[in-house]
C-alpha cells in the first residue's frame, strides 16, 4: 500500500499567488480530511470528505482557502489569493469506512512569503 | 465542540525510565482516543488508541489508559530509548462523527 501521497511537498510562492495542494488518499478509503499545522495553532482540521461530499468546512479559515474531492481517488485544497501567514504544513489524511483510524500524507510545507 | 487538553508539554526522562503524557476532553460523548507520534519534519503516526468500551490497551512498552469519568485518557511508554524521543500528541473523536481534535503535544526527550 503506497499510503496517503500529497504533492508538492514543498511550496514556496509569492503573497498573492494561487496555490493548489493535492492528495491522492489510501485506495478504498472512503474520508479524507485536510490539517493545517503550525507552532502557534498546533494541528487545525479544516475540512473533511465522506464518500467525496464535505461534511464539515467548519474549520476553513476564510473564502480564501477552498477544497474539492472529485472523485474517490483525489482531493484538492486551494488557497486563493495566498498570503504569508498561511505559511504551515498542510498534512491530508484518511480512512476507511465504518473504521476510525485515519492515516496522514507526508504533509506539504507552505512558504508564502 | 470538542476540547482537548494535554499536559505536560515538555518531558525529559532517562534513558529506560518510563514517561506518563495526560490528556483531558470536554465532550462527554467522544468515544475514540489515538494517540499519534510526530517526529522531525515527520507526519504524525497513530501508535495506539483506545474506544470509549475499553478502560486500558496494551502495545509492547506503550499503554493507554481511559477514565470516561473524569474524561481523561493517558500514554504511558515504559523503558523509554532514544527513539521514543518526537512530539506525542492526544486526540478525541465524537461519536457522531469522525472529526479528530488534538491536544497541543508533548515534546519528549529521552537522555542516553
Known amino acids: 500500500d503506497a499510503g496517503v501521497i500529497q504533492s508538492p511537498r514543498h511550496e514556496v510562492t509569492e503573497m498573492g499567488q494561487e496555490v493548489t495542494l493535492r492528495c491522492k488518499p489510501i485506495?478504498?478509503?472512503?474520508?479524507l480530511f485536510w490539517y493545517r499545522q503550525t507552532m502557534m495553532r498546533g494541528l487545525e482540521l479544516l475540512i473533511y470528505?465522506?464518500?467525496?461530499?464535505?461534511?464539515?468546512d467548519s474549520g476553513m479559515p476564510e473564502d480564501r482557502f477552498s477544497a474539492k474531492m472529485p472523485n474517490a481517488s483525489f482531493s484538492t485544497l486551494k488557497i486563493q489569493p495566498s498570503e504569508p501567514r498561511d505559511s504551515a504544513v498542510y498534512f491530508c489524511?484518511?480512512?476507511?469506512?465504518?473504521?476510525?483510524?485515519?492515516?496522514f500524507g507526508p504533509g506539504t510545507r507552505l512558504t508564502v512569503t | 465542540g470538542e476540547n482537548v487538553e494535554q499536559h505536560p508539554s515538555t518531558l525529559s526522562v532517562q534513558e529506560g525510565d518510563s514517561a506518563v503524557i495526560k490528556c483531558t476532553y470536554s465532550d462527554s460523548a467522544s468515544n475514540y482516543f489515538p494517540w499519534y507520534k510526530q517526529e522531525l519534519g515527520k507526519r504524525p503516526q497513530l501508535i495506539i488508541d483506545?474506544?470509549?468500551?475499553?478502560g486500558e490497551k496494551k502495545d509492547q512498552r506503550i499503554a493507554v489508559t481511559l477514565n470516561k469519568t473524569a474524561k481523561h485518557f493517558s500514554l504511558h511508554i515504559t523503558e523509554t530509548q532514544p527513539e521514543d524521543s518526537a512530539v506525542y500528541f492526544c486526540?478525541?473523536?465524537?461519536?457522531?462523527?469522525?472529526?479528530?481534535?488534538f491536544g497541543a503535544g508533548t515534546t519528549v526527550t529521552v537522555r542516553a
Open positions: 486526540a478525541a473523536s465524537g461519536a457522531n462523527d469522525y472529526k479528530l481534535s
Open positions: 470528505f465522506n464518500n467525496n461530499v464535505p461534511i464539515d
Open positions: 485506495s478504498g478509503h472512503n474520508s
Open positions: 489524511a484518511s480512512k476507511g469506512q465504518g473504521l476510525y483510524e485515519q492515516y
Open positions: 483506545i474506544r470509549s468500551n475499553v
